[in-house]
């Protein structure tokens, strides 16, 4: 069991019922998946660029990405149907709790001038937030990284509003302002 999963379930989870004591257990926010998604716009120009950051990305999550692709062709892009674009990993489980274990505790000091994240969720009961350099995860090796990638993470809950979703990730050490 993940560290963050055990302290979830001592010390979160009763938190929330003694905070929430007239909702059912099933109704207190649960984080159910983490997605870590890279939009690759010079994947057109330089082919190798899916393969490198496939690696990267497979080594700060533990699992391999998926490719996606272009719907539609658009001309002005120089994008055609069916075209790579972008890689996408889905973690759930213990993945997810070590992920944002690591996020929390190790990756996000490492962010240079970081005060904490906006606590304002995207009014559904999840949480998005963006990360502008791949370098800053210590799993990565900074003499093979040949261009700075930026991703998008997006840590989706069984909440409802966004003040559930903002509680319970402060309960988990999730770093806001």
């Known amino acids: ?31 159910k998946k983490i997605v870590i998604s890279m939009g690759l716009s010079e994947s057109v120009k330089d082919k190798n660029a899916i393969q490198d950051h ?7 999550s533990g699992q391999k990405p998926v490719v996606t692709r272009s719907k539609k062709a658009i001309s002005n892009f120089k994008l055609r149907e069916g075209q790579a674009v972008g890689l996408m990993v889905t973690l759930r489980g213990k993945r997810m709790f070590d992920f944002l274990d690591r996020f929390c505790n ?8 970081f005060r904490g994240f906006n606590p304002k969720g995207d009014g559904r009961g999840n949480y998005n937030f963006g ?13 093979e990284v040949k261009r700075t990638q930026g991703m998008n993470i997006t840590l989706v809950t069984t909440a409802t509003n966004d003040s559930d979703c903002i509680e319970l990730l402060t309960l988990l050490g999730f770093p806001f302002k």
Not at 54 to 60: H, P, R, V, W
Not at 131 to 143: A, F, K, S, T
Request: proline letters at 7%.
């Open 106 to 113: 190790i990756v996000s000091p490492r962010i240079r001038d």
């Open 1 to 31: 069991m993940s560290r963050l999963q055990k302290k979830y379930k001592e010390q979160v989870l009763p938190e929330l019922i003694t905070r929430h004591s007239d909702r059912c257990v099933m109704e207190l926010p649960v984080l």
């Open 54 to 60: 496939t690696k990267e990305l497979t080594a700060l």
């Open 131 to 143: 990360i502008d350099d791949q370098q800053i995860y210590p799993e990565i090796n900074l003499d």
